[in-house]
């Protein structure tokens, strides 16, 4: 019998059977489609030589007046810059206790510090230890305490709260010495969870002695704001503080960020803001979801925006001769997200989408709903290209060109049943535009944390006229494009490993975070110098043999195939598997796996079902591959 080619369809369809996902293939893994033909995605490869503590959120890369080139990374615990290959740490210190002292416990690694005046630490908390003048008869010397980070273990009173060293003491020593206590700004949790009740939420939050349940009470996670202005950094805890930190000041790694950084104070600013950005034409800085009364966080309105006046971030107060001002938005419980787009910035509510847009004096800008049933899922959960908006919604996926519109994705029942709806903050997407991608990351249903991914190309939809979405198990918490660097840029967060920077003596659960350059090479290379190998797969449908008038009556008997790829480095294997019914699961046959090189021509194989399928993947180090279609030997082989 003459060889038949099989062709497949460029994308992954979920949402049929595998065998009535006709031409379509139905799962894959680490692969993309370009001009119709699945590949391997490129490899990524570590910017540090460590790790980073607890889990990214953010990333915002900027540039200063001199052309040096900035990445900010925004985690649960943390403030931190990339600069030329080097990691720095700018948290901001939230308040400092002098006169402090400290006591130990003999064999114990356990110290109690008691702070001049009511710390309001809590668990988790980082702080840092400065002038530390030891009680004699530790065991410890002054430099294992000064100038290193800690993490707060427990809370025992409101003056006292208890961290661990690296080693144990080597006697009890009751409170004595003397030590400066700074504790940094408090970010957030590692994770969206649910408050169960009073003295369980996070501090500061809710109301003080009043009942909760789970079901109104979510804690967001640790998340951040990143802009610019000019080349100061604009840095916005959500429902915390802004603060700034300026790459033109003199040895500017020496600083913090602050609310009181010179020539660029933030001190007037609202205490309690859900994010920031600055808008881009008139340079307003804009809070959303802040206080109606600034300085009193008890104030805030969830739907409420502030803005401040033309280039002059510190200040609020509308007068007849500048530009600040408010508005209220009515859709929606709060605010989720913001994006600079096209002419417009725009914000999504948890049900709404609006425009805001510089309409001048006398009301600066304007506002208007332009969908409704169609708010973002989390704060990161949507990117913007060439004009058009992009985003997942707790329902599906949308678009905004001008209009909102529905996203038809051929994978939605996969993502959706099984994505964690408790953990919707976490959700992160990401634009690579090289490969014309918009990449969403998501916890699945058993995780915790994102390690997911759903991928929509939106240069094959156009060029195919289908939508082409895939799916991907490696997953990111915070992706940038390449724009200031020329790769992508991307965070991948293991909540069991231990980070290395900064350093925290005795820290317990935080995780550590990777970042990575994308689309480099074919592996991913870590921190310490190992590499890990990338693998890859993709899956057909089960196709059959379709003598006219005779769809899956017939066996099929498959005796060789000529495989065709368009690129291959290193090698690749093509697994054929079969079965007789639509319901079972698919059997490797007797000679799979067939290893393919770029030397192979043609593969004798005994294959024999109703119904065959073919799988192409690598699972070795420096091996890509871009497939193109398939010969088969195949002719009908009897009913039974």
Not at 188 to 201: D, H, I, M, N, R
Not at 493 to 501: C, I, M, N, Q
Request: net charge negative.
């Amino acid at each position: 019998m003459a060889l038949k080619q099989v062709k497949f369809l460029p994308g992954i369809d979920k949402q049929n059977t595998t065998v009535g996902a006709t031409a379509r293939w139905v799962d894959s893994d680490n692969v993309r489609f370009r001009y119709g033909l699945p590949e391997k995605v490129g490899g990524w490869s570590s910017l540090l030589t460590t790790t980073i503590s607890g889990v990214a959120r953010k990333l915002h890369a900027f540039v200063d007046l001199d052309g040096n080139r900035y990445i900010a990374i925004g985690t649960d615990k943390s403030l931190l810059l990339y600069f030329e290959g080097e990691i720095y740490d700018i948290t901001p210190i939230r308040q400092s206790y002098g006169s402090s002292t400290i006591a130990t416990t003999n064999g114990s690694a356990t110290c109690t510090v008691t702070s001049s005046s009511p710390h309001g630490l809590a668990v988790g908390d980082i702080v840092q230890l400065d002038s530390v003048t030891l009680p004699s008869g530790t065991g410890y010397s002054n430099s294992d305490f000064e100038d290193k980070n800690f993490q707060v273990i427990t809370v025992p009173s409101t003056t006292t709260f208890t961290i661990t060293q690296s080693s144990n003491a080597s006697a009890t020593v009751s409170t004595g010495g003397s030590l400066i206590v700074k504790a940094f700004e408090r970010v957030g949790p590692a994770e969206q969870s649910y408050g169960y009740g009073w003295g369980l939420e996070t501090w500061g939050t809710g109301g003080f002695g009043s009942a909760a349940s789970a079901s109104n009470i979510t804690l967001e996670p640790g998340l951040w704001s990143l802009d610019n202005f000019g080349e100061v950094l604009i840095a916005t805890i959500a429902n915390g503080k802004t603060f700034t930190w300026d790459a033109g000041a003199a040895s500017p790694f020496t600083n913090r960020a602050s609310t009181t950084t010179t020539n660029f104070s933030t001190s007037a600013n609202p205490t309690s803001t859900r994010l920031t950005l600055i808008s881009p034409t008139t340079r307003h800085l804009i809070h959303m979801g802040t206080e109606t009364t600034i300085g009193n966080s008890s104030t805030r309105d969830n739907m409420f925006i502030r803005f401040s006046d033309a280039e002059d971030i510190n200040s609020y107060g509308t007068s007849a001769i500048n530009t600040a001002g408010s508005q209220r938005l009515q859709d929606g419980t709060k605010i989720i997200g913001a994006l600079k787009a096209k002419e417009t910035i725009l914000i999504w509510t948890d049900n709404a989408l609006y425009t805001m847009k510089f309409v001048g004096a006398p009301f600066t800008f304007g506002f208007e709903q332009v969908g409704t049933n169609c708010g973002l899922i989390g704060k990161n959960a949507a990117v913007e290209v060439d004009g058009v908006a992009y985003w997942m919604s707790p329902n599906g996926f949308f678009l905004f060109d001008g209009t909102v519109k529905t996203l038809p994705c051929t994978v939605e029942d996969h993502v959706f049943d099984n994505i964690n709806r408790n953990k919707g903050q976490q959700v992160t997407a990401g634009l690579n535009n090289l490969f014309t991608e918009v990449v969403w990351y998501y916890p699945a249903s058993s995780s915790e944390f994102n390690n997911k991914s759903v991928t929509y190309n939106f240069g094959e939809t156009a060029l195919t006229k289908a939508p082409i979405w895939y799916t991907g198990t490696e997953a990111r918490t915070t992706w940038i494009d390449a724009s200031v660097y020329p790769t992508p840029t991307a965070t991948k967060f293991v909540s069991d490993g231990t980070g290395a920077f900064p350093a925290i003596v005795g820290q317990t659960g935080l995780g550590q975070t990777t970042l990575f350059e994308h689309e480099v090479g074919t592996d991913q290379s870590n921190a310490d110098g190992s590499t890990t190998t990338v693998t890859s797969f993709i899956n057909s449908f089960d196709f059959d043999i379709k003598p006219e008038g005779t769809d899956g009556e017939f066996f099929l008997s498959m005796r060789r195939f000529i495989p065709d790829f368009k690129t291959l480095n290193g090698n690749a294997k093509l697994t054929i598997a079969v079965k007789r019914f639509p319901a079972q699961s698919s059997s490797s046959t007797a000679l799979s796996p067939f290893t393919i090189t770029s030397s192979s021509l043609k593969f004798d194989t005994r294959a024999r079902g109703r119904y065959a399928n073919i799988k192409i993947e690598n699972d070795a180090s420096s091996e890509s591959w871009r497939f193109g279609t398939i010969n088969l030997d195949i002719r009908p082989d009897g009913r039974r």
